[in-house]
C-alpha cells in the first residue's frame, strides 16, 4: 500500500511539472498583457509536434531529442512573438472579451495549420535516450524520464524567479504586472516589453508540450485539453502568482494521480470508482477553492475585476418604430420561409434560431448583469437531457417534455448560480467553468442513466410536428417568443435592478437592492431559456450526446456568437449567432480546413469591428447623425 501511494505520488509531481510549465505562461502573459490567451493550448499542441518533427530530423540521440526540445520551445517563442506583434497589439484598446475572441479565432487558425502539416494521425515520439528505462522504488518500476521531469518543473520555477527577482527585464515585468499605465508613463518601451512577455510565456507552452512527447503522442485535441488545465491551474494558484500556479499544479497532478492510483473503493456496500474522478477531479478542486477562497490559493484581492463583460456601456433604449417594423417585416419573412423551401435551409434555419436563443440568454448575463460565464453550455444540456430523459426514461409526451426543458435548466441555474454570484470577473467565469465541466463529467460517466458518452438516440417531436415546416414554426415562435421576453425584461423594474448590480453595485446595495439575488434571479432566467435552446435542439436533432450540448466547445460557440453581435447590443447575439452558425455551416462543407477559414473569418472582424457587428453599426450611424 506505501509503495502504491509513493509511486502516484512520484507520477502525480511529474504531471504537475507540465502543468506548471504550461499554467505558469498562461499567468505571465496574463499579468503584464491582461489578455486571458485561449491560444495558449494550441501553442502547447504545436510544440509538441514540433518537437516530435525536430527530433526525427536531428535524429534519437540525446544532442538530437534534448536539442529538438530546446528547438520546439524556441520555435513556439517565435510563433508567439509573431500573433502578439501582428495581431495582438493591434487590439490591446479593445474589450477584454474581444481580446479573448481574438485568441479563440486563432486557436482554430493553428489547428488547422497543424492538421496541414502534419495530418490528422496520431504521432507517437521516441524515449528519451539514457532514460529510457525505468528505477527501482519500493519494490515497483518508476519511469527514468518522469524523474527528469519532477526535477524540470522546480528548476524552471527557480530559473523564472531569478529572471523576475535578479534582471532589470524582470524588475519591469513586475511592475507592469502591478500598474503597466505606470511603467509606460515612465518611458519603458511597452510594446516590446508586452512582445517579451508573450513570447516567454509562449516559450514555456511550447517547453510544456515538446518535453511530453515521450510520454504522450501529438494528438489534435490536445489544445483545448490543455488550455482547460491551465485555466485552472493559473485560477486556483492566483492570477499573475507564479508560486501559486505551481503549489496549484502540484495539488491538481498528486489528486488526480492518486485517483487512478486507489481505482474503486467499496463503502457502505456501494462501490465508489475513484479512478472516473480524473476527468473532473482539477474542476472540483477549484470550485472548492473559489467558493473558500476566491482569489485562489495566493492570489490577490484585487484581481477579482479583471475581466469585465465590457467598457462603460451606454444607456439601452427601448427599439425605435423604425426598428420595430423591420423586426415585425423579419419575422414575417420567416414564418412564410417554409412556402419557399423544405429542404436543407429549414434544418439550418432552425439551428440558427436554437443558437438564437442560446446566445441570446449567455448575452442577458453577460451584458446587463456583467457576469461572463465559461459553461453556459451546462444549461442548454441540462435542458436537452431534461427533455429527453422525460421522454425515453419516463415516458412523458413530447410536449410535456419540452416544457419541462427550461425547469431542469432553471433548477440547475439555481444551484450553480448562488454560488457563481458571490465572485465576478474572471473567477466567476471560472466558476461557472467548473460547474459546468462537472456536469458534463456526470453525464458523460453515468452510462446507465445518460447513455454516456454514446447519448440517447430516438429524441423526436410528437407527429404534428414531425413535418419539417412544422416543427420550423415551433422552434420559430418558442425561440422568438423567449428572446423578446428576455428585451422585455431588460426595461422592466428587475431589468433596471441587474444593470444597476453591473455598474455600481456599492450604490445598488445602498439604496435597497439586494444585487446578488438580484444577479442569481438572472442566472436562473438566462438557465432556463439556455434549457428551452436544449430542448429545442434535442429533438431538432434527434438525438443528443455530452459533446454536442456540454462540452467546453459548446460554451465557446456562444462566446463567439455574443461577442461577434456586440456585447453592449441587445439584437447582437442574434446577429452573431445567425453569422456565426451560417459560417460554419458554409465552410465545414466546403473545405477540410474549415477551422481556419472561420477563425480567419473571426479575426477579421474583430480587427474590422472591435465593439462587434450590431456594436460598429450603431456607432457608425450615431456618426451619421451627428454630421
Known amino acids: 500500500m506505501l509503495s502504491s501511494f509513493f509511486i502516484q505520488t512520484l507520477n502525480g509531481l511529474a504531471s504537475a511539472s507540465t502543468l506548471f510549465l504550461v499554467a505558469v505562461g498562461l499567468s505571465l502573459i496574463f499579468g503584464v498583457t491582461r489578455i486571458v490567451n485561449f491560444a495558449h493550448g494550441a501553442l502547447y499542441m504545436l510544440g509538441l509536434y514540433a518537437a516530435y518533427s525536430l527530433i526525427e530530423r536531428l535524429g534519437v540521440t540525446p544532442l538530437g531529442f534534448w ?15 509573431l500573433i502578439e506583434m501582428l495581431i495582438l497589439r493591434r487590439i490591446y484598446h479593445v474589450p477584454e472579451l474581444f481580446q479573448l475572441l481574438a ?21 507517437l515520439g521516441p524515449r528519451a535516450p539514457g532514460l529510457r528505462g525505468s528505477v527501482e522504488l519500493f519494490g515497483k518500476p518508476f519511469p527514468q524520464y518522469d524523474l527528469a521531469l519532477i526535477a524540470i518543473g522546480p528548476a524552471v520555477l527557480g530559473a523564472l ?29 511597452q510594446k516590446w516589453l508586452f512582445t517579451g512577455v508573450f513570447a516567454l510565456g509562449a516559450f514555456l507552452a511550447g517547453l510544456g508540450g515538446a518535453l511530453q512527447i515521450p510520454r504522450e503522442p501529438a494528438q489534435l485535441f490536445l489544445d483545448l485539453a490543455a488550455i482547460s488545465d491551465a485555466f485552472v491551474v493559473v485560477v486556483v494558484g492566483g492570477l499573475g502568482s507564479i508560486p501559486g500556479a505551481f503549489l496549484a499544479a502540484v495539488i491538481i497532478g498528486l489528486i488526480k494521480a492518486y485517483c487512478v492510483g486507489v481505482g474503486t473503493v467499496e463503502l457502505f456496500g456501494t462501490t465508489f470508482a475513484f479512478s472516473k ?37 451606454q444607456p439601452l433604449r427601448p427599439a425605435g418604430r423604425a426598428l420595430r417594423s423591420a423586426a415585425i ?11 419557399a423551401t423544405t429542404g436543407y435551409t429549414l434544418v439550418l434555419m432552425i439551428d440558427i434560431l436554437v443558437f438564437a436563443l442560446f446566445a441570446a440568454s449567455l448575452h442577458f448575463l453577460m451584458g446587463p448583469g456583467g457576469m461572463v460565464s465559461f459553461g453556459h453550455a451546462a444549461y442548454l444540456g441540462l435542458g436537452a437531457y431534461g427533455a429527453g430523459l422525460l421522454l425515453k426514461a419516463a415516458g412523458w409526451p413530447m410536449e410535456a417534455a419540452l416544457i419541462a426543458a427550461p425547469l431542469v435548466a432553471a433548477a440547475g441555474a439555481a444551484v450553480f448560480g448562488w454560488f457563481c454570484v458571490r465572485l465576478s470577473g474572471v473567477y466567476l467565469a471560472m466558476l461557472t467553468l467548473a460547474f459546468a465541466q462537472i456536469a458534463w463529467s456526470i453525464v458523460f460517466q453515468w452510462d446507465a442513466f445518460t447513455g454516456g458518452s454514446n447519448g440517447i438516440v430516438g429524441v423526436w417531436p410528437a407527429p404534428w410536428l414531425a413535418p419539417r415546416p412544422a416543427y420550423y414554426l415551433l422552434a420559430l415562435a418558442l425561440c422568438g417568443g423567449a428572446i423578446w421576453l428576455l428585451r422585455r425584461m431588460l426595461f422592466a423594474p428587475f431589468g433596471y435592478a441587474l444593470r444597476a448590480g453591473r455598474d455600481s453595485p456599492l450604490r445598488a446595495d445602498a439604496i435597497g437592492i439586494d444585487v446578488r439575488r438580484v ?3 438572472g442566472f436562473v432566467v438566462a438557465g432556463a431559456c439556455a434549457g428551452l435552446a436544449g430542448g429545442l435542439y434535442a429533438f431538432s436533432k434527434g438525438s443528443i450526446s455530452p459533446d454536442s450540448t456540454m462540452a467546453v466547445s459548446r460554451s465557446i460557440d456562444a462566446l463567439v ?5 456586440g456585447v453592449q447590443t441587445l439584437s447582437g447575439p442574434v446577429v452573431g449567432a445567425a ?5 460554419q455551416d458554409l465552410v465545414a462543407r466546403g473545405t477540410d480546413y474549415w477551422r481556419a477559414v472561420l477563425g480567419g473569418a473571426i479575426l477579421v472582424l474583430v480587427l474590422a469591428f472591435p465593439q462587434g457587428i450590431v456594436g460598429a453599426l450603431r456607432a457608425w450611424s450615431g456618426a451619421r447623425e451627428q454630421r
Open 103 to 123: 485568441t479563440f479565432a486563432l486557436t482554430l487558425v493553428i489547428k488547422d495549420a497543424v492538421l496541414w502539416a502534419w495530418g490528422a494521425e496520431d504521432l
Open 519 to 521: 444577479q442569481w434571479a
Open 277 to 313: 474522478l480524473t476527468l473532473v477531479a482539477e474542476f472540483i478542486v477549484m470550485a472548492i477553492v473559489l467558493v473558500l477562497r476566491p482569489q485562489g490559493l495566493l492570489g490577490r484581492p484585487h484581481g477579482l475585476q479583471r475581466v469585465a463583460a465590457a467598457h462603460v456601456e
Open 329 to 339: 417585416v423579419g419575422l414575417a419573412a420567416l414564418a412564410a420561409l417554409p412556402l
Open 561 to 565: 456568437m455574443v461577442l461577434l453581435g
Open 579 to 583: 453569422l456565426f452558425t451560417w459560417l
Open 67 to 81: 536539442g529538438g526540445i530546446a528547438g520546439a520551445a524556441l520555435a513556439v517563442a517565435v510563433v508567439g512573438a
Open 161 to 189: 524567479w531569478l529572471l523576475l527577482n535578479r534582471t532589470r527585464w524582470g524588475t519591469l515585468v513586475r511592475a507592469a504586472t502591478q500598474d503597466r499605465e505606470m511603467v509606460g508613463a515612465l518611458g519603458v518601451n
